[in-house]
């Protein structure tokens, strides 16, 4: 463990070098990636400085007590054994999991998208209330969201929302939400009480930066039309609504829920670049076993992942074999055990994968 801290803390001085330079700065997205590692080798740091301490700690204790020449402070050390004892086991837990290998991706903001899947409008309608989850657990966690495009159900709710989420770290929680939800509740619509079950498809993509993706505009075909949906002043009038076509890629992006053109084509392009950065993203992935093989992992869309049960008030996370009975905290934004509980099942099989004997 003290060996593989030492590699990091060489690291950090290094890096702590690198960020004052000039020229590291001048390079932005060097100067970006190296600012995100200085921050994460720091708190490795900081928690490595407190397990060396207590390590210290343990040893002088261990000494007073060997020496055995004042009872009073050999008392005191082993009081100050014992505790040391308990804390060291914790904190090597936590150093395992700090130095684990970050995914570079998880630092990123995201995009997500939303679709109603099976159910007609109670599909559509549980597409809202899974929006409305994340953008609750998004503002207890700090991070601001903004609608890129939505398309309205007849009943309420979503047939689709995409929209993006920016913040501290936002991927490395979010990924996980990727794949298929399902709710099993009596609809608004059923008169007899019965149960349904439906469902929706989320997907999670971390959002690219400029320097990730460069974005041929001579290769995308924009077209403007009015836009679609519920009326207003000028919604449906102006040619505000944008979509774009990507030749190369046969990808076509919409959107229209600002009343400016200009708006709605800079929103356009950064999902249509997101969604390009993910195409190559997904095909780095595939060489990656230990990505593929996880089971938490974001690749498999079609994967049923959760399912949301309102009778019995229940919320059961399948991946890890998690059972909530607190389903009104959770579609109120409160998935907090089950982010962790799938980062924990994720890192796990992480260490184990890499082999690491720390």
């Not at 060489?10 to 000039?22: K, M, T």
């Not at 997500?112 to 597409?127: K, M, N």
């Not at 047939?159 to 298929?180: H, L, Q, R």
Request: charged share 30%.
């Amino acid at each position: 463990m003290l060996d593989k801290i030492r590699v990091f803390k060489q690291r950090f001085d290094e890096v702590s070098d690198l960020i004052i330079q000039p020229d590291i700065i001048m390079d932005q997205k060097r100067y970006v990636k190296l600012n995100k590692e200085y921050k994460d080798l720091g708190q490795i740091v900081d928690k490595a400085k407190e397990y060396e301490t207590i390590l210290t700690n343990s040893e002088e204790a261990k000494e007073i007590i060997a020496d055995g020449s004042d009872a009073e402070m050999v008392e005191m050390a082993k009081m100050e054994l014992e505790e040391c004892n308990l804390q060291i086991p914790k904190l090597e837990e936590e150093l395992k999991f700090m130095l684990i290998p970050k995914d570079p991706e998880d630092a990123k903001n995201v995009i997500v998208e939303i679709r109603a899947g099976t159910g007609g409008d109670e599909a559509s309608i549980f597409a809202g209330d899974l929006y409305r989850m994340y953008t609750k657990y998004a503002s207890d966690r700090g991070w601001k969201t903004e609608v890129e495009n939505s398309n309205e159900g007849t009943s309420g709710g979503f047939k689709e929302i995409i929209f993006s989420v920016n913040g501290a770290d936002v991927y490395g929680d979010m990924k996980f939400e990727s794949g298929v939800h399902r709710v099993q509740r009596v609809p608004q619509t059923e008169t007899q009480g019965r149960v349904h079950t439906s469902a929706a498809t989320v997907i999670v993509l971390p959002e690219a930066e400029e320097f990730d993706v460069q974005l041929d505009m001579s290769e995308v075909r924009i077209e403007r039309t009015t836009s679609t949906g519920p009326g207003g002043q000028s919604v449906n009038t102006t040619y505000s609504a944008i979509k774009l076509h990507h030749e190369p890629t046969g990808m076509i992006v919409s959107c229209q829920d600002q009343k400016s053109s200009h708006k709605n084509l800079e929103k356009a392009i950064k999902v249509l670049r997101t969604r390009l950065y993910e195409m190559e993203l997904a095909k780095k992935l595939a060489a990656d076993s230990a990505k593929r093989k996880s089971m938490v992992s974001s690749g498999d869309r079609s994967a049923k992942i959760r399912t949301y049960n309102y009778p019995q008030g229940r919320v059961t996370e399948h991946r890890i074999g998690l059972t909530l009975y607190d389903l009104s905290n959770v579609i109120n934004g409160d998935i907090h055990k089950i982010v962790e509980g799938l980062k924990l099942a994720e890192n796990t099989e992480r260490l184990k994968e890499l082999g690491e004997a720390l």
